[in-house]
């Protein structure tokens, strides 16, 4: 069974940045694709970014630029560098899982997802 613990969400104000990260164990990291989603109060869960098993990454066109993922296969974690935060990007960020490895923006293709991690932009 794969397991997912995210931390490092927090409360930020606008301009600020903060880093989240996602600890996974059960598995064979190195095999998958990891995603970051997130879902604000009364809306979708939407894709943020994902980083196949050859590190290649994807983002929203909504963060690009302002976020970074990357993974650390020996530690068998997942960390996402949001900068330059906005209110706008306040939500439940969740990680997940894509066992196929290559990474994708649909929510659907993961199998396995973390608990969430609240972070907060204020103005």
């Avoid at 104000?13 to 996602?22: A, H, I, K, Y």
């Avoid at 560098?81 to 290559?102: E, H, I, R």
Wanted: hydrophobic share 35%; aromatic share 10%.
């Amino acid at each position: 069974q794969v397991q997912l613990v995210e931390s490092g969400g927090g409360l930020v104000q606008t301009g600020g940045s903060l880093r989240v990260s996602c600890a996974v164990s059960g598995g064979i990291f190195t095999l998958y694709a990891m995603g970051w989603f997130r879902q604000a109060p009364g809306k979708e869960r939407e894709f943020v970014a994902t980083i196949s098993r050859q590190h290649e990454a994807t983002y929203a066109e909504s963060v690009k630029g302002r976020f970074t993922i990357s993974r650390d296969d020996a530690k068998a974690t997942v960390n996402l560098q949001m900068n330059s935060l906005k209110p706008a990007d306040t939500a439940v960020y969740y990680c997940a899982v894509d066992l196929w490895g290559k990474g994708n923006i649909r929510a659907g293709a993961y199998s396995y997802w973390g608990q969430g991690t609240q972070v907060t932009v204020s103005l």
